[in-house]
Each structure stands twice: as structure tokens, then as C-alpha cells.
């Protein structure tokens, strides 16, 4: 079935970028999305990118899809302390098919000073 | 900015018992979701609601569980007869007809002792 997978923990100095990896395994998945959760907040969309596409740039965060390698990843330039949360990686498939959201476990990012 | 809400933000209830979980999706969204998340495990899909029907569910949503939009801003979750292992954080969520993007609220933690 599907699923997505992604390192539990990053660590990185402030100011510095941040990466973090996630592949999945449905081949058919159109939109792929990258989720924050602050502690105690609910889960805020950061930024997606549709499976036609191979990059996109939010401002401080790079979206980059190898689709053949079923992988993705997410940038954050210049990280700040705010920036630390856990980050889910998730996907969605066709859209007459599932409506449902496949989540990772989630990457918590942890910002050195 | 409108944004999903969810209450109570906790609830501990004993096993056996019922609760209700309640959700004000926003406004002019269309389709509705739960998620839950067990501690230190991914989110995962329970259900999604369209045009007052269930529209896909999981595994997991058993005849335990059921949904319903009693009016025209609440969407609740109930749990007939709660076990040990329902205590998660609960994520409501929910978009535009024609959207991608699932908005999803802070989620109520249930704890069944």
C-alpha cells in the first residue's frame, strides 16, 4: 500500500539551511505536501508541489520532486529558531481516487544556536 | 484568516464510555476529514465527508466509530464504546470542492483511562 517514509530527527545550527528527505511509494500521487506542527498547534501547510513539477520555491523554502526516485525533499534557507516543529511529509493520490492524505511520521527539526 | 476549530482541545474519558468529538470546519468548505494520531506515530486518514455522506474511510473506522454534520457549521466524530488504544490526538480537517489543500484544525487529545 502506499506509504512515506522520512528520518525522525535534523539537527541544525541557526542560519544555516536545513534539508530534510522523504520518498514515498504510490507511483500515481499527485500532489505532494510538506506539513509543520508546532507543539500543541495543529498541522499548518507549509507548501505542496504537484507531481508535474520539479521544483518550487516559497520564499525561504525549495520544494525539490525527483519523481522517478519517488522523492522529495524540503529546503528551509537560513533557519531560525522559529523554524523548529516537526515537519511531515505527505502525499495525496489521483484526484478521482483517493482523497485521502498519506502522512510520514514526521521529521523533528531541532535548530542549534 | 478563517482556520478549522476544534473542541474541547482534551478530553480524557473512561473506557466503555462515549465521546464526542466537534469540529467547525470553515465556511464555504465542502468536504470534511479526520485523522488521528497515536503518540509517536503518523498521522493516519480515519474518514472523509461529502454532501452528508461518508465518502471513504479506513481500516480503522469501525461501526465504533461515525460522523455527522448535524448542522450547517458542525461536523463531530463519536465514539461509541472507547478503548485504551483511541487515545490519540484527533485532526479535523477540510477543503474547497474543487481544492487540494486540507486545512486541518489544532485537534482535540483523547485519553480513555
Known amino acids: 500500500g502506499e506509504d512515506v517514509e522520512q528520518s525522525l530527527f535534523l539537527s541544525v545550527r541557526e542560519g544555516d539551511s536545513s534539508v530534510i528527505n522523504c520518498t514515498y511509494t504510490?507511483?500515481?500521487?499527485?500532489?505532494l505536501y510538506w506539513y509543520k506542527q508546532e507543539p500543541g498547534a495543529g498541522l499548518q501547510l507549509l507548501t505542496y508541489?504537484?507531481?508535474?513539477?520539479d521544483m518550487k520555491q516559497d520564499q525561504r523554502l525549495t520544494v525539490l520532486l525527483n519523481k522517478k526516485d519517488k522523492h522529495l525533499s524540503l529546503r528551509i534557507a537560513d533557519t531560525q529558531t522559529g523554524d523548529s516543529a516537526i515537519y511531515f511529509c505527505a502525499e495525496r493520490g489521483p484526484m478521482n481516487r483517493d482523497d485521502k492524505i498519506i502522512f510520514g511520521k514526521g521529521t523533528r527539526l531541532h535548530i542549534l544556536p | 484568516e478563517p482556520e478549522v476549530t476544534q473542541t474541547p482541545s482534551h478530553q480524557v474519558t473512561q473506557m466503555g464510555q462515549e465521546v464526542i468529538l466537534r469540529c467547525v470546519p470553515i465556511?464555504?468548505?465542502?468536504?470534511f476529514y479526520w485523522y488521528r494520531q497515536i503518540l509517536g506515530q503518523k498521522v493516519e486518514f480515519l474518514v472523509s465527508f461529502y454532501n452528508n455522506e461518508i465518502s471513504e474511510k479506513s481500516e480503522i473506522f469501525d461501526d465504533q466509530f461515525s460522523v455527522e454534520r448535524p448542522d450547517g457549521s458542525n461536523f463531530t466524530l463519536k465514539i461509541r464504546s472507547t478503548k485504551l488504544e483511541d487515545s490519540a490526538m484527533y485532526f479535523c480537517a477540510s477543503r474547497v470542492l474543487a481544492g487540494y489543500e486540507q486545512y486541518f484544525g489544532p485537534g482535540t487529545r483523547l485519553t480513555v483511562t
Open positions: 465556511s464555504n468548505h465542502l468536504y
Open positions: 504510490d507511483s500515481s500521487s499527485t500532489y
Open positions: 508541489i504537484f507531481s508535474n513539477m
